[in-house]
């Protein structure tokens, strides 16, 4: 069992047996993980009802509700509250149980929900401060434990991916919560059951104490690091990220970076490091460029070692991202330059914040931002690097003016915060794109030789559109040659293979029995060593037009940003009149990390990530890095893989086969049974259906 679902079902209780009758003998429970619970349990001769209080303090009743014995309630706040509850008799007016909220010796889980680095360096310091105020146990889980330094917090127990644990008396998420959005609503709604107050009006550090219940002050955390006066390089120097996830968190100011670059070498003397880890980066068709003249320590680094080199910087500029954060928590003087936050929203302390106040400005903290688009800004349509030009307002002025507030130069002439004393230039860099990524298809055809000719013409067609290099693997799963099928039933697929389609095959494999997982990587392993930059898998029973590979491969390239991307499958049944969705990662970018392979299916493992955005995955899995869906508006291809007719045999033997591979390659996880009397599929999983929504074709 994974900790979060332990999170749902081990509580520590606080139960009081109370008799209201000589006959009556009931049991209260109340326990506060994901909110405050009362269960109410026993025996009793009279069928009384109960009414619960949940109380703020002692005076304000949040939530009431009535329930009769052997039944359960909660109430839905899960921000920190100083919880009363009281149950009474309805009929007599008894009052049979009182529970005052005391975490003093508990233990405390506080789970962090979001895995960015501004969000983990700047919560934390408070985790600690709550186990300080309570004189309780914190079990703590954040996607990077690994960053702090665990001697200045030998208090709290960092817990790992899948750690069991038990007697847990509370529970508190950290992060930013979306409620349900009213149809012709554009404002943002928050979910004021997980977050007190807007979270977009307010610091970001005080969205920890707002759910926590702390007074908010700016507080540092401790990272571990290597704290050596020694600098490794010799002359001073400065660090910069100019990098982002979004084209409105950019300083766009054109050619300002190489203008600062060259004003901090000429004037200052010192080294302008650059330590993004991309020098090259953007989407939807802009990418943005390490300035000119910086030096290029880009890379996808330890964060320790990021540390170290700030730590010995002179000062940091850098926009509202991560690294900015790091900057402040390793106490590097900051230049923050940003025209898409509010300046409250970030630290306040050994900062200088440029931000001018106009209309232009601001608007993340709408609340309304699409991370999936790249260029979203809601005051203005942007779809070139001059579009967005054109709206920053911060100059190149302010930003040296920042620099020599920094460095103590009083002969220079100040700018005032908000002043544009500066024309536009447009450099030929606004020009520039990144070299085009090589996309590699993975297909695994397997006997389908009379229906691959019609399922690969729009592949033949967007090999040439799309420049692709085609992989192909084919070759028996190991689990069914466990239920001891052969490859005999591949041959006319293979002589179609080499003899057909030998000039739109670019490497095919085909060798011994291997899982599904070990089979891909045998083509993934080719496309690494030719230089593949993206690998897209698609299987024979994955029917796609040439309309959604189009857009697919638009999507794909720019959203480079974006590790992954899923497609959204109809996935078809019985004898095709129904289907329902069905959502995998289908498409990965493969230079992010180290390594990569697949370790199940088509799941990706990225070598080097510590922790994950799913729980439910192992260890490395993709879906812990940034991805999208690619949209089903668009692209909503056919997925013919439980039908009666698969469009083919596909795999060797028929559905009830498929049902014992699957319990060989997953365990027994299958969906599906067999009817042996009916001779066909059955739904077996009860659960899993009633969550699945079947559309009718």
């Keep these: 069992m994974d900790t979060r679902e332990q999170f749902k079902t081990a509580y520590f209780e606080t139960t009081k047996k109370v008799s209201h009758t000589k006959r009556d003998v009931i049991d209260v429970s109340c326990t506060f993980v994901d909110g405050p619970k009362v269960e109410i349990t026993g025996t009793t001769v009279n069928d009384y009802n109960y009414i619960i209080k949940f109380w703020d303090g002692a005076f304000k009743v949040v939530h009431q509700h009535t329930l009769k014995i052997n039944r359960w309630c909660t109430c839905s706040r899960q921000w920190y509250t100083d919880w009363r509850i009281t149950v009474e008799v309805e009929e007599t007016g008894e009052l049979i149980h009182e529970h005052t909220f005391d975490l003093t010796g508990k233990k405390v889980v506080i789970d962090f929900q979001s895995s960015s680095m501004g969000d983990t360096l700047s919560w934390l310091p408070y985790v600690e401060e709550f186990r300080k105020k309570h004189n309780c146990e914190i079990l703590v889980w954040t996607f990077h434990s690994e960053w702090f330094d665990k001697d200045k917090y030998s208090e709290l127990y960092f817990l790992d991916n899948g750690e069991s644990w038990s007697n847990v008396y509370a529970r508190y998420y950290l992060g930013l919560f979306c409620g349900d959005q009213p149809e012709g609503n554009d404002n943002f709604v928050w979910d004021e059951h997980k977050n007190p107050v807007n979270p977009f009006t307010i610091p970001q550090q005080q969205i920890a104490t707002d759910i926590l219940g702390l007074e908010y002050e700016e507080l540092w955390p401790h990272l571990k690091y290597d704290e050596s006066p020694i600098r490794k390089r010799k002359r001073k120097y400065v660090c910069i990220a100019i990098q982002s996830t979004a084209q409105c968190k950019y300083w766009n100011w054109p050619n300002g970076w190489n203008k600062i670059v060259k004003y901090i070498k000429e004037k200052l003397n010192y080294e302008v490091v650059c330590i993004d880890r991309d020098n090259v980066y953007g989407g939807m068709g802009m990418s943005n460029k390490m300035p000119n003249g910086a030096v290029d320590e880009t890379g996808n680094k330890p964060l320790e070692e990021r540390m170290r080199m700030l730590r010995h910087a002179e000062f940091f500029i850098g926009t509202g991202s991560g690294l900015s954060w790091l900057a402040w928590a390793i106490g590097t003087p900051t230049i923050l330059i940003s025209s898409f936050s509010k300046p409250f929203t970030e630290f306040q302390n050994n900062v200088i914040r440029l931000y001018n106040d106009n209309e232009h400005s601001g608007y993340y903290n709408t609340g309304t931002f699409n991370k999936s688009n790249w260029n979203w800004n809601p005051n203005k349509e942007c779809k070139t690097i001059k579009d967005w030009a054109e709206v920053e307002t911060i100059t190149p002025a302010q930003v040296r003016d920042a620099i020599n507030k920094i460095c103590d130069r009083p002969d220079v002439t100040k700018v005032k915060t908000g002043d544009i004393v500066e024309e536009r230039q447009y450099p030929d860099e606004l020009s520039y794109t990144a070299p085009k990524e090589k996309i590699g298809m993975l297909f695994m055809p397997y006997n389908c030789h009379n229906t691959f000719p019609k399922w690969v013409k729009p592949w033949v067609r967007a090999k040439e559109k799309h420049d692709l290099t085609i992989g192909v693997a084919s070759n028996l799963f190991k689990g069914y040659a466990d239920l001891g099928f052969t490859d005999e039933c591949n041959k006319e697929t293979l002589k179609l293979l080499r003899n057909d389609y030998k000039d739109f095959v670019d490497y095919l494999w085909t060798g011994t029995p291997r899982t599904d997982a070990e089979t891909r990587n045998m083509v993934l392993y080719w496309m690494l060593e030719q230089d593949i930059d993206i690998i897209w898998c698609v299987d024979s029973d994955e029917w796609f037009t040439d309309e959604e590979i189009d857009y697919t491969m638009d999507y794909v390239r720019t959203h480079s940003q974006e590790t992954f ?100 390659a997953y365990g027994d996880g299958s969906s599906w049974g067999w009817d042996e009397e009916k001779n066909k599929l059955i739904k077996v999983d009860h659960t899993f259906w009633e969550e699945i929504k079947i559309h009718e074709k």
């Excluded at 990662?585 to 390594?595: H, P, T």
């Excluded at 990530?609 to 879906?623: E, F, Q, V």
């Design 565 to 664: 991307f899923e497609i959204q499958y109809k996935n078809y049944l019985d004898d095709n009149s129904k289907y329902y969705d069905y959502k995998a990662g289908r498409i990965y970018r493969l230079k992010r990390f180290e390594q990569c392979w697949f370790y199940m299916d088509t799941h990706m493992h990225y070598e080097g990530i510590r922790k994950l955005y799913t729980p439910l995955s192992p260890i490395g899995d993709y879906r812990c890095l940034p991805g999208l869906t690619v949209p089903i508006e668009y692209v909503n291809p056919k997925h013919y893989s439980w039908n009666d007719d698969r469009k083919d045999d596909y795999q060797p033997g028929t559905n009830k086969d498929r049902i014992d591979y699957q319990k060989i």
